[in-house]
């Protein structure tokens, strides 16, 4: 049973556009949620975080929105760039580990120049 | 600063024969893990360590075995490799239990 989904799994947008990759999450337990990005040939790395005690969380072009009623968060990215073509994966974890991840299938955003 | 390093790379593997992977971190981390990526799965938790010493289950712990013996080393042991268990390994490692884990650049195992 998969607690966390990504049910995009590719995104195409234009360069200087906004790119939107949503997760949704099934157990109303998780307390902090992730965003890591992955390029080929390499491992995940840390985007962006939120705890379930806020709405927003930003950091520089990107956004990360939860909507705890919806067990829903969003990943903005604005103005996208090329260099942001990327897989996205969403992750959901418990405080106190917050290395202990429960992914998302990942979504592959593809930023056209 | 080598971050988390892991080896081999890439290695392939006859059904049942017996292997172990390797992750190195220079951090001084006490939090290690090791997942693996599957296609259209994300990332699954197979096992992790809270200290040197520890280690615990993850989501998909059957068919490995963990040793955490230094700090700075945790290892993932295939005793008897299946063609299930063709993957993306990744190991991470955190400072504490509230830092976001860093990860390595992947090993790809392959069981025919």
């Known amino acids: 049973d998969q607690q966390v989904k990504q049910n995009s799994p590719s995104l195409s947008v234009q360069e200087g556009r906004i790119s939107i990759l949503n997760c949704d999450y099934t157990n109303s337990m998780f307390d902090y949620f992730l965003w890591y990005k992955k390029y080929p040939a390499e491992g995940p790395t840390f985007l962006i975080s939120?705890?379930?005690?806020?709405d927003k969380n930003e950091d520089g072009r990107f956004t990360v929105f939860l909507n705890k009623s919806a067990k829903h968060l969003s990943l903005h990215i604005v103005p996208s760039q090329p260099g942001d073509s990327a897989v996205y994966f969403c992750a959901a974890s418990f405080s106190g580990n917050t290395g202990k991840l429960i992914f998302g299938q990942g979504t592959t955003l593809q930023v056209k120049p | 600063n080598a971050g988390v390093t892991q080896t081999p790379k890439f290695r392939v593997l006859k059904t049942g024969q017996s292997m172990t992977l390797l992750c190195a971190q220079d951090?001084?981390?006490?939090?290690m893990y090791w997942y693996r990526q599957d296609p259209g799965m994300g990332l699954r938790l197979i096992h992790y360590s809270v200290g040197e010493g520890t280690t615990a289950k993850g989501e998909v712990p059957d068919g490995y075995n963990v040793s955490r013996l230094k700090k700075q080393n945790f290892l993932l042991g295939l005793e008897s490799a299946a063609p299930s268990q063709t993957s993306v390994y990744f190991c991470a490692s955190s400072y504490d239990a509230n830092t976001e884990g860093i990860f390595g650049e992947g090993s790809r195992l392959t069981v025919l």
């Open positions: 951090m001084n981390h006490e939090y």
């Open positions: 939120i705890s379930s005690i806020k």
